[in-house]
């Protein structure tokens, strides 16, 4: 079991500590096995990161049963996720069971019965949880296994290696990685013969605590709590030495010898980035210095164009890690930090709780397995817009260290040359759109999340709209930023959803927005815009929001009368 995790005794005393919970979430789990262990563990690892778990767990072996009856307790109980285990086990007996001359077809006719389960639990409202199996060989056909098709060991690879398909053709299933577990801890910690034998307990408690922490990744993800930013320390992190006293020439990076685990690093944050996390550096060096590497050694895989911020000078790591998280406008709670230096972590820790910061091993070779292992980054989704994060964070900088020569807001605002782009959902814009739900925490009026069938659902009703703002100035295109989903209730227009990104928060966006929301509720003959705010531990910041846009609080809602409304003072120009 990994180090920092607790072990599975901690997690059992975890649910009767009554410990607080900032949500509540409900779970149903099936399995093809004994479960009440990965229960416990699924709870006690929820219980000690500010959740609880309302789980109900279907009676033994009862899969099919559970998912597919309408009238199940499974069903009945209304679950937002289902979670299955298929055991490697079972789906062996299954095979065993099947006629030879149809063992050849044997994967393809359990993955469409994954997507089954996948439709079943779409049609509840669910989102579906699925293992993947943990790898074997059965021994019948040796190595030979894997060229013959009618091996079990083959069609369970085969069955493995298709489920990325499964889940790509139904957006509310999401695979959790056993194979991953496995393959850090090898078989021997997966199951424990003896207790397989006496008791159908596929999983041992070994692992578990592993296992729990995947799937609540997973689901915290889909709940749009992720990280989002790595900042890095240079020396002896990024690279080997310290380059102001080493000089360029001399720092340990590139394929060879010592340089080898901090390229390994490199690469690791190199995709990252190429992925959509936001890569910043915050360094205790002269700065021209410290970009030196970048800019010059060849050996160097990221460059100056791969970090969002760059903060290489002698204040300590606190007050940096501060002004990154002002420029980048996202919460503490999103960002990670690597550093070689237990001091310097240990002060970040301190005056800074919420970032994350790994205890780096001493070993630099180990500095990429150990990170690896600890599944920071996890995502429930991927868009086309990731990949140009970091240049728009790029972009933020600038406007940031622009403003300090205006005198005022309204100069500094005017001089963007801000223009919005508004637009409805489309196939373009769908995948975006259903992103930014799902990992806007902040600026989030009622915190839904929407996958894209549920967007596509919503829209589909007549009396449905859905607006996308994007918005691009002299420094470059922020893309999309704000999101609202409107429904009309006769003459009122109820704001269903307000999202918009932190990036462009003061910038007057609100004003347009809201401008743009009166124009399109009047336009079908609405008189009052209804609002509805409701508070999670991250959505602070818009608590005031409907009061500031001169809304009024009546029966648990915000009101506005639009009947002689005065279109809100904006210095963004609205694209034709």
Same mark, same amino acid.
């Given at each position: ?39 416990? !563990?699924?709870? $006690?690892?929820? @219980?000690? *990161?500010? /959740? ?5 767990? &279907?009676?033994?072996? #009862? ?37 030879? !001359?149809?063992? $050849?077809?044997? @994967?393809? *006719?359990? /993955? ?5 389960? &996948?439709?079943?639990? #779409? ?37 493995? !290696?298709?489920?990325?398909?499964? @889940? ?13 577990? #496995? ?37 915290? !993800? ?355």
């Amino acid at each position: 079991m990994h180090p920092s995790l607790p072990d599975f005794n901690r997690l059992k005393k975890a649910i009767k500590q009554n410990l607080p919970a900032t949500k509540t979430i409900r779970v149903a789990l099936a399995a093809d096995s004994a479960s009440q262990f990965l229960c416990t !563990a699924l709870q $006690g690892y929820a @219980a000690l *990161h500010g /959740l609880k778990l309302d789980l109900y767990e &279907a009676p033994y072996n #009862q899969i099919g049963l559970q998912v597919f009856n309408p009238a199940s307790e499974l069903n009945d109980f209304k679950a937002k996720y289902i979670i299955l285990f298929e055991s490697t086990q079972h789906l062996q007996k299954h095979f065993y069971h099947t006629p030879l !001359a149809e063992r $050849g077809d044997f @994967a393809q *006719h359990h /993955l469409q019965q994954i997507g089954d389960y &996948a439709e079943a639990a #779409q049609r509840n409202g669910a989102k579906l949880i699925y293992y993947n199996f943990t790898d074997t060989n059965d021994g019948v056909f040796g190595n030979f296994a894997t060229n013959y098709s009618r091996s079990f060991p083959a069609q369970l690879r085969l069955l493995n !290696a298709r489920l990325t398909e499964v @889940a790509s053709q139904h957006k509310n299933m999401f695979v959790v990685d056993l194979l991953s577990i #496995q393959s850090r801890y090898g078989q021997a910690a997966m199951i424990d013969p003896k207790v397989y034998i006496q008791t159908d307990m596929v999983l041992g408690t070994e692992i578990l605590p592993s296992v729990a922490k995947l799937t609540l990744d997973t689901i915290a !993800a889909i709940e749009g709590t992720f990280k989002k930013c790595l900042i890095l320390d240079l020396d002896n992190t990024v690279w080997g030495g310290i380059i102001g006293d080493d000089g360029l020439n001399n720092i340990q990076v590139g394929g060879l010898g010592a340089g080898k685990a901090f390229t390994q690093l490199q690469q690791w944050a190199k995709e990252l980035k190429n992925r959509g996390i936001i890569l910043c550096v915050a360094s205790k060096n002269t700065e021209h210095i410290a970009m030196e590497p970048f800019e010059k050694h060849p050996d160097m895989v990221l460059r100056m164009e791969d970090i969002s911020v760059f903060m290489a000078n002698w204040d300590n790591k606190v007050k940096n890690i501060q002004r990154i998280q002002e420029i980048l406008n996202i919460g503490f709670d999103s960002m990670v930090f690597v550093d070689d230096n237990p001091f310097e972590r240990n002060m970040v820790k301190e005056n800074l709780p919420a970032v994350t910061v790994p205890e780096l091993p001493e070993d630099p070779s180990l500095y990429l397995d150990y990170l690896l292992s600890l599944n920071l980054f996890e995502t429930a989704s991927v868009s086309d817009n990731d990949e140009i994060r970091t240049h728009q964070y790029r972009q933020e900088a600038k406007r940031v260290a622009a403003q300090q020569y205006f005198e005022n807001e309204d100069e500094y605002l005017k001089s963007l040359d801000m223009v919005a782009t508004v637009e409805g959902l489309t196939d373009f814009n769908l995948p975006r759109v259903a992103q930014l739900t799902q990992r806007s925490n902040q600026f989030n009026l009622r915190t839904e999340r929407f996958t894209e069938e549920e967007m596509l659902h919503f829209s589909k009703d007549s009396n449905n709209s859905i607006l996308n703002f994007q918005l691009a100035d002299k420094y470059g295109d922020h893309g999309l930023i704000a999101i609202i989903m409107l429904q009309q209730q006769g003459k009122e227009m109820f704001i269903n959803n307000w999202i918009m990104s932190c990036r462009v928060l003061k910038r007057g966006m609100e004003n347009f927005t809201l401008n743009t929301i009166v124009s399109t509720a009047k336009s079908v003959g609405c008189t009052v815009l209804k609002g509805e705010y409701l508070p999670t531990p991250k959505n602070g910041i818009v608590e005031n929001h409907y009061a500031d846009l001169g809304f009024t609080f009546t029966d648990n809602y915000w009101t506005l009368n639009i009947t002689d409304y005065t279109p809100l003072k904006t210095f963004i120009e609205k694209k034709i």
